[in-house]
């Protein structure tokens, strides 16, 4: 699924298999911002027909990112702000020259530890919204797609039992799917672009060694966990239960 301007935009079915079979496309889709959609991007969005867009983005990014979205398509995000950790550490680390190579991947594995320790619950309630939602498709996003929007997805698939081999490959798609504006490029050194505007198995994998099991992620939900019934009905829909 291709939308014109949104670089980083695709079906959750696009990379990840399970036992050789992709789940069922049209149903999830994650995406980065709306800022350089244009005006073909926005037709093919309203013929996608989405039921909700989730935007991960806290209330200052998204003023700064200028979607381009129509009235009828903002009237269905839902806001579940996940802001980073040390994001104005890095600002300056950038801006003074400080920061190495080697400082930015490890602060990118500090973020994504952070989106755990300190998002979870946030995680939790979109994983409530994709498995109970009625109506579909889902659209998730964040501004660059790749990190706050990569977890989001490793863990549905996760959830849906998929190998981490499987959940790597869609993660992963990012370093060659997403193309970053020219003015964003311009404001990264050469040797940070790798660290900061790609994504490594690394950060994702700081993350899902501190998430635990399926059965410990259903449970931090609490009383309002998806039912078996509810959570059988959600692999159905994506082909995974026949």
Known sequence: ????????????????????????????????????????????LEKLNPSIIIDFRYENEILKGNDKLPKELEKIRINMPIKPLHEKRLSRGISDGTLTESDAADLMKEIYKSFVTDHMNTYLNFLKIVIKNEK??????????????????????????????????????????????????????????????????DYLNTSLEIIGSNEDILNLMGSDRPSEEEFNEFKTKLGILL
């Open 136 to 201: 579909y498709p889902i659209i998730y996003h964040c501004t660059a797609g790749k990190d706050r929007t990569g977890l989001a997805s490793a863990m549905i698939l996760k959830l849906l039992g998929f190998d981490q081999s499987e959940i790597f490959k869609d993660f992963l798609a990012t370093n060659s799917l997403w193309r970053p504006s020219k003015k964003i490029l311009n404001n990264f050194p050469k040797k940070l672009i790798k660290p900061l505007l790609g994504v490594s198995k």
């Open 1 to 44: 699924m291709i939308i014109d301007g949104v670089s980083n935009f695709r079906d959750l079915a696009e990379f990840a298999a399970l036992n050789g079979k992709s789940i069922n496309r049209n149903y999830i889709f994650r995406s980065n911002n709306f800022a350089d959609i244009t005006i073909k991007g926005i037709a093919q």
